[in-house]
């Protein structure tokens, strides 16, 4: 199959158009006809090899929303006309001790969408069947990009630390991770506190979901809820004084990275000894898990702000997403 995308060729370049052969698919692959792919901050770190770890020509994309138009003749649970989204991860081994368990995410041979191949910024993208998650009939599909990757990110965490309706939690950033952890949170029945270094823009942080915020600059407005937050999500990559977060954590708290900064985390031991206090992180989630989020979402109807662009415009799309202009998430349409 022929495929149309836009490719970077080295660091800091823009995107052009590319053309390349998909091969004869695998038996327990499927092709995915791309309707739309969200643009993502790993897509950036990716295209300028921040990572060490880019091959160019590179066709960036991993939030892929598309109709399954060939399936290989091994493939299961999905079927040629079905709509289903693609994320970071496009191929597990699926037998190894982390597949066989559920945890395909953690696999030590899982194929990134866009590490080594080429990804959603495209007409088509393929992939294994078991990462191409079919989607609840009523989600928007123009929303739901995003989802795969972002939203997945800051929803395992909620699972993996067993948090509680009756529980106050708080989200640290929020950009394009923090505003939809703060909707996932307020649907779970959670008191949410946002903690943010832009207070003017407290109306519109509660209107996603805080129920209050806090100046994440204040180390009085801090000190004021010491001992009382059960879980805190970090969703920044920069440096911050890790301790003034962990003395807000009530006994047996969770303190939970998504971000990740490129220094080490600066955390003294008596602050989690004392209590009990525990600090954890994770990448995305299973492809359960992952299906889990998507019925959750539309149960609740919770979708990332999304602002979308056409294909064609996606150096457009990635400049706007450069320049911190995106709120909060952008999407790109194909068609």
């Not at 939970?256 to 003294?268: D, F, N, R």
Request: contains cysteine.
């Amino acid at each position: 199959m022929k495929v149309q995308g836009y490719a970077v060729t080295a660091p800091e370049e823009k995107l052009e158009p590319f053309t390349y052969e998909l091969g004869d698919i695998g038996s327990e692959q499927v092709d995915i006809k791309v309707h739309y792919c969200g643009v993502c901050h790993s897509d950036l770190s990716m295209m300028n090899n921040d990572w060490g770890m880019t091959e160019y020509p590179l066709v960036p994309g991993h939030e892929i929303i598309g109709e399954i138009v060939a399936a290989g003749d091994a493939v299961k649970n999905v079927k040629v006309g079905d709509i289903v989204g693609l994320g970071w991860n496009s191929a597990s081994c699926m037998s190894c001790q982390q597949c066989m368990s559920g945890e395909h995410h953690l696999c030590s041979e899982s194929e990134g969408t866009i590490v080594g191949r080429h990804g959603g910024f495209a007409d088509y993208v393929r992939g294994h069947w078991s990462w191409a998650i079919p989607l609840p009939d009523a989600i928007d599909k123009s929303k739901a990009g995003p989802l795969l990757c972002g939203g997945i990110t800051v929803f395992n965490p909620i699972i993996l630390s067993g948090v509680s309706p009756t529980d106050t939690v708080g989200v640290i950033g929020i950009g394009g991770l923090g505003h939809m952890a703060l909707k996932f949170l307020k649907h779970w029945g959670c008191e949410v506190i946002a903690f943010s270094s832009s207070p003017e823009k407290e109306a519109q942080i509660l209107e996603m979901g805080a129920t209050k915020v806090i100046d994440s600059t204040s180390p009085e407005a801090l000190e004021s809820i010491a001992g009382t937050v059960n879980f805190i999500l970090n969703t920044t990559n920069v440096t911050l004084d890790w301790n003034s977060y962990l003395t807000t954590l009530a006994p047996k708290g969770k303190f939970h990275t998504v971000g990740a900064p490129m220094e080490p985390l600066e955390i003294p031991a008596f602050s989690l000894i004392s209590g009990e206090k525990s600090v954890g992180g994770s990448p995305l989630g299973s492809p359960a898990v992952t299906k889990t989020m998507l019925d959750f979402c539309v149960r609740h109807d919770i979708y990332p702000t999304v602002e979308e662009f056409p294909m064609d415009q996606i150096n457009e799309a990635v400049q706007h997403l450069k320049d911190g202009k995106a709120r909060f998430r952008v999407v790109l349409k194909n068609g």
